[in-house]
């Protein structure tokens, strides 16, 4: 069955601090991947996406991760950390017509 | 686009009575999912619809939780009756095709 894995259930970064968030995901085929991200008291927000061709993908707020088929891995980075980047992040691959979602990584981010 | 509209953005209601949540999907999107968020279990997949038509059902946890979609810009999921532990966020996305999956802003649910 396919799954998303994220196994970071919380991080806690300096700000101006590089960050690296993984997941891990089973999917038999080529898998569609997108990272979203959720602040308190709203919904979830597409970072970026992955479907195909360059395996490093860029997306908005700084963010980029980059598809890794060897390890079945998605990581999504970001070079300096802003204090608004505090935020709960979930990763998520598209099966079908529907997406997967792994358990979120709280990030807490320190001035 | 105003994007996906949940309402209400808050529900609080008393063990055993009936709850109704609604979505407006995105004009053009042909994909409805509920999506229920707890600190125990994260965002959980309830149920999710094609054009339409319910695709797959298996993540509804019981048979107190419906949903429907009564055309292609409406979808509701009523909870009746309710519980405590039904109490969460729940959330419905819509999208075009295999792609973005647009949220909208969520229900937060109390059941006392």
């Known amino acids: 069955a396919q799954s998303v894995t994220q196994p970071d259930i919380h991080i806690t970064v300096s700000e101006g601090a590089s960050l690296e968030l993984r997941c891990n995901y089973s999917?038999?085929?080529?898998?569609?991947l997108f990272w979203y991200v959720q602040s308190p008291g709203q919904g979830l927000q597409l970072l970026l996406k992955y479907f195909s061709g360059d395996t490093l993908v860029q997306g908005i707020k700084g963010f980029e991760a980059e598809f890794k088929r060897s390890q079945s891995s998605f990581n999504l980075r970001k070079p300096s950390v802003h204090w608004s980047d505090a935020a709960e992040y979930f990763c998520a691959v598209g099966d079908t017509d529907k997406l997967i979602f792994g358990t979120g990584t709280r990030l807490q981010v320190f001035p | 686009d105003a994007g996906v509209i949940q309402s209400p953005r808050h529900e609080v209601t008393e063990m055993g009575q009936e709850v109704t949540l609604r979505c407006k999907l995105i004009?053009?999107?042909?994909?409805l999912f509920w999506y229920r968020q707890t600190m125990m279990r994260g965002l959980e997949l309830l149920i999710y619809f094609n054009n339409n038509v319910p695709i797959d059902d298996s993540g509804m946890p019981e048979d107190r939780f419906s949903a429907k979609m009564p055309n292609a810009s409406f979808s509701t999921l009523k909870i009746q009756p309710s519980e405590p532990r039904d109490s969460a966020v729940y959330f419905c996305?819509?999208?075009?095709?295999?792609?973005?999956?647009?949220f909208g802003q969520g229900t937060r649910l109390t059941v006392v």
């Open positions: 996305a819509s999208t075009a095709s295999i792609g973005e999956a647009f």
């Open positions: 004009s053009g999107h042909n994909s």
């Open positions: 999917y038999g085929a080529t898998p569609y």
